[in-house]
């Protein structure tokens, strides 16, 4: 089936001729030891898979820096070492164990398709033949659980997009050796919300139990 493929579209020909021609020059050195030694990045983040989410932008990091791992809604499964979704699983296991990072960002977005999906299928009000996406999303049921009902749509998708991050950090602390890092006060875990259009970033506090500006 290779014979079916194509080669990549010119534009990101012209977009890497560029990079490796200017940006590569400059930081090469950096690179190439990179390369020769390996990663040692201090924090994983788990984010969406929506294009609009640039995490090392954000942050403003380097190569290195960040292993970054990225699903729909940025959702983390409970720890179920015999059952399925052993990506998001396999990623943070490889991030605890063999890189040692001291920290684990869930990094949520406003407007993010993943949640107001889970939002409408979750509330019956569309149930798309989806193969794996609807198995996938099924993750976000206990959050969705926590949610008023009795507000607006809006103010529902508003609150889930929260308790998606919360049950997400629940089901971090299912890894029993995510338990044993963060009791060894090796790990720290952080829920953060990223809003697009306004750039403006929340944080789960740890004292309040609430999301709030930086």
Not at 172 to 190: G, M, R
Request: charged residues 20%; hydrophobic residues 35%.
């Amino acid at each position: 089936m290779i014979n079916k493929i194509s080669p990549p579209p010119k534009f990101l020909i012209d977009r890497y001729k560029k990079w490796k021609s200017n940006e590569y020059l400059q930081n090469e050195v950096k690179l190439r030891n990179l390369a020769s030694y390996g990663q040692s990045p201090s924090t994983m983040v788990i984010s969406c898979c929506d294009s609009r989410i640039h995490v090392t932008s954000i942050f403003g990091s380097d190569e290195g820096e960040f292993f970054i791992h990225r699903n729909i809604a940025n959702l983390v499964p409970p720890y179920s070492p015999d059952g399925e979704n052993h990506g998001t699983s396999a990623a943070i296991e490889y991030a605890i164990k063999e890189l040692k990072v001291q920290h684990i960002i869930i990094l949520g977005h406003k407007d993010c398709g993943g949640i107001k999906y889970g939002h409408s299928m979750h509330s019956s009000s569309i149930n798309t033949n989806y193969e794996f996406i609807n198995k996938w999303v099924s993750i976000l049921l206990p959050a969705y659980k926590k949610i008023q009902k009795n507000v607006s749509t809006q103010e529902q998708i508003n609150q889930f997009e929260q308790e998606s991050i919360r049950a997400s950090i629940n089901n971090l602390f299912s890894f029993p050796f995510i338990k044993k890092a963060i009791d060894e006060n090796n790990i720290s875990i952080h829920g953060l919300i990223h809003d697009i259009g306004s750039g403006n970033l929340m944080f789960l506090n740890p004292v309040t139990e609430n999301f709030e500006n930086f």
